[in-house]
């Protein structure tokens, strides 16, 4: 990544138009660790059509998940570095970051077609921007969906590759970004945690939540005791192997 498009995402400022745009769209944002079923959840949420798909602009190639290659337009709008530097400076953007060295970002418009639609947009997206969101609109609803333990959460991984020793490069990396995310989000208070035992009972529960927020949050204490535990597992993991 060149350092003009550091330079540009390190200081981009959402227009203020666009701020209010966030304000007035009913905003669903799904985070968690990798493997934790993010994909899968939105999928069966994008089945009711009250929600409206939200795809991410990003600079990073089109790769394989789950055995299929990544779709332009449906799994994200892949752009190259000079598209995305003038999207930058257009301030086409909600908000945009770094992950991974690449640049991976929501547009305005997307956020616009939801809005006209009467939609709930929804998309997965790194914590740090789940924040940038949170700043514009408190009314923005972010979800962290946890595994139900270590165990199972490391079998779900494994199966996005066929290849054990990619397997095993990949999780070795992976794990501290794992933990990372998970200690980042116990410390933020406006996160629904949810435990992904059945994707179809997840997206039921997040359905529920966009539309009875109060009565969750009681679970919400429960599954962070939950989430503590997958945290101290993940760290003596990571003591393991480093």
């Known amino acids: 990544m060149n350092n003009k498009l550091q330079f540009l995402v390190e200081n981009y400022q959402t227009l203020p138009d ?8 009913r ?8 493997g934790a079923g993010k994909d899968t ?15 991410s602009h990003t600079t990073r190639k089109p790769r394989l998940n789950n055995g299929r290659e990544e779709i332009n337009g449906i799994d994200y709008n892949f752009i190259d570095s ?23 970002a929501t547009s305005v418009s997307q956020i616009c077609n939801a809005y006209s639609n009467n939609k709930i947009a929804v998309t997965d997206i790194d914590i740090n921007g789940i924040a940038e969101y949170k700043k514009m609109s408190p009314g923005v609803v972010a979800v962290f969906i946890l595994p139900p333990d270590y165990d199972i959460w490391r079998s779900r991984f494994a199966n996005r590759y066929n290849d054990k020793e990619e397997f095993e490069r990949e999780f070795k990396r992976r794990l501290p970004e794992a933990i990372n995310s998970l200690t980042t989000a116990l410390d933020l208070p406006y996160f629904h945690f949810i435990l992904n035992e059945d994707f179809r009972d997840t997206a039921r529960i997040i359905d529920q939540i966009m539309h009875q927020p109060i009565e969750f949050n009681y679970k919400d204490i429960e599954v962070r005791v939950r989430a503590q535990k997958m945290l101290e597992d993940l760290k003596k993991q990571y003591n393991k192997i480093k």
């Open 82 to 104: 000079q598209e995305a530097e003038i999207m930058l400076k257009e301030r086409q953007f909600i908000e945009a970051k770094f992950v991974h060295g690449n640049i991976y």
């Open 18 to 25: 666009a701020i209010e745009l966030v304000a007035k769209t």
């Open 41 to 55: 959840t939105k999928r069966h949420l994008l089945k009711n059509e009250e929600y409206c798909d939200i795809i």
């Open 27 to 34: 905003i669903l944002l799904l985070a968690g660790i990798s």
